[in-house]
């Protein structure tokens, strides 16, 4: 595992946009993992303007989202698919046939089926994108005594419900349960880039960099085990978790 310690969070989201990119122009055919949440969204900016500028052309890519609120439909301001498209999609030149958020409403379990499959269809993704969650969860996979390889339901942890309230009116209306890629999903990707910014997120990136252990109660311990998982944090959180280099 590599950690990249950035001046600002700005600088953070530039360097994964660049590495974004630069896979995309390598391999313009490639599949991309995508990520939901507060991080990511600068990041989505300046991929949009790396697209209009003609830097970057999305024409061929396969995007996979991580996961999905389970009980709100895709057209709900909160749910993922309405975000990738509000935050990125809509903006760039993809072919929205070719991004595949999982649904939220119906069956979950087969809505969580299609999502392994899609996981899998064409390969594994040339590149994950991961925020991290106060509590060390990556996607839905919450801190707890066991994690589960495949996509699967999970029920949202409180300290996941109250770190996302802050995008739903009241906290009541935050969903309980989500459909997520497991484990094994996104460490099967060929590069694995979490992003992290905040001091709300000092635990879970301590946990993850400054020591050799591997825990299910901080689940992003597990890029430990990836040869080629990128951290990307500012020097703030670096310093706030004591992180010398
Ligand atoms: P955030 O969420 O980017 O909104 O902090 C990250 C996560 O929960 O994975």
Known sequence: MKVIVTNSYDESCKVVAEMIRDV???????????ATGG?????????????????????????VNLDEYCGIPGTHDQSYRYFMDTNLFNHINIDKANTYVAQGMGDFEANARELEAKVRE????????????????????????HLVAVAHIETLTESTITA????FEKKEDVPTKAITM?????????????????????????????DDVITTQNPSTMLKMHENAIVVIDKELANAVGYKG
């Open 24 to 34: 995309v122009n390598q391999k313009p055919a490639c599949k991309l993992g995508l």
């Open 39 to 63: 991080t990511p969204v600068p990041i989505y900016k300046k991929l949009i303007e790396m697209n209009k500028a003609g830097e970057v052309d999305f024409s061929q890519v396969h995007t």
């Open 122 to 145: 064409g390969g594994v993704a040339d590149l994950q994108l991961l925020g991290i969650g106060n509590n060390g969860h990556i996607a839905f996979n919450e801190a707890s005594d």
């Open 164 to 167: 996302n309230a802050r995008f």
């Open 182 to 210: 497991g484990m094994g999903d996104i460490l099967a990707a060929k590069c694995v880039v979490l992003v992290a910014t905040g001091l709300a997120k000092v635990p879970a990136i301590k946990g993850l960099i400054m």
